[in-house]
């Protein structure tokens, strides 16, 4: 009876530590994503993904930030998601714009914005932060908007991701490259923030960007995907969770030749 007990103890003292370790694991993710949400720039540490040039297009590209987007940002975002997702969505669509209207300003949703400056004043470019200490004529003087990706940093499947809510380009500026340039861009900023993989959701009627992260992008159908955690669940959704994973040698890839990941 007493060596019962004590195997029995002994179960139980073996259990706390692993219980411990998974709390601990927990903080250090929860103080992971902090830390990465906190950068208000994540541009900086890519300065040569500023800008992006090729035949017929000049852009520039800036941060952002849901809760600090003004009203005509706000106006551009809403009417870029109703012209480029109302199709794929179909009759789920009014239900969905009213949860990407509140998804588009929540403190934790962060951007990068594509100003066209093809035809913008060729001077010096400022940052958002130059811009945003001087007048609001500085906006419309690089450019219109023509697009842009919404990312968070969540915890998904108990690890750090990259999370892509959005990745939207006005239709005169797709094909041109700019949507692999952005990816490429997100990819670095995860890497750099620690992340374990980038996670993105896509209608399977969008028939145009599941080719493209697939195809072009190599992503790959999640194992938290309706179609991944059952056949059945999957037949009924009407859309895919994609993700691409980072071992430490793709890392390293990404982090060193710029050259080639800022190739279109």
């Known amino acids: 009876m007493e060596s019962k007990g004590l195997s029995r103890n002994n179960r139980e003292n073996k259990a706390k530590p692993k219980r411990k370790e998974i709390i601990e694991k ?42 600090k987007l003004s009203s005509p940002v706000k106006q551009f975002i809403q009417n870029l998601l109703k012209a480029n997702m109302e199709g794929p969505y179909g009759s789920e669509w009014p239900a969905e714009e009213k949860v990407k209207r509140r998804e588009m300003v929540a403190p934790e949703a962060h951007y990068v914005f594509v100003r066209n400056t093809s035809n913008a004043s060729s001077g010096e470019f400022l940052t958002t932060s130059e811009c945003e200490k ?84 190599r992503y790959v159908t999640s194992t938290i995907s309706p179609s991944r955690v059952d056949p059945l669940i999957g037949i009924e959704k009407s859309y895919e969770i994609l993700c691409k994973t980072f071992s430490n040698e793709a890392k390293a890839i990404l982090e060193e030749p710029l050259e080639l990941v800022h190739s279109v």
């Open 26 to 67: 927990r903080k250090a993710m929860d103080a992971l994503i902090k830390v990465a949400s906190a950068e208000k720039d994540y541009l900086s540490a890519f300065p040569a993904f500023r800008h992006y040039q090729i035949s017929g297009l000049s852009a520039f590209l800036e941060s952002g930030r849901g809760d």
């Open 134 to 217: 001087t007048s609001a004529s500085c906006v419309e003087e690089r450019g219109p908007i023509v697009g842009f990706v919404h990312f968070r940093f969540v915890i998904e499947e108990e690890l750090p991701v990259l999370y892509v809510y959005e990745l939207q380009l006005e239709p005169h500026v797709q094909g041109k490259g700019l949507g692999k340039f952005l990816m490429q861009l997100i990819e670095l900023i995860a890497c750099k923030n620690h992340m374990g993989a980038v996670v993105l959701t896509v209608q399977k009627a969008n028939s145009a960007a599941m080719n493209f992260y697939l195809c072009k992008m």
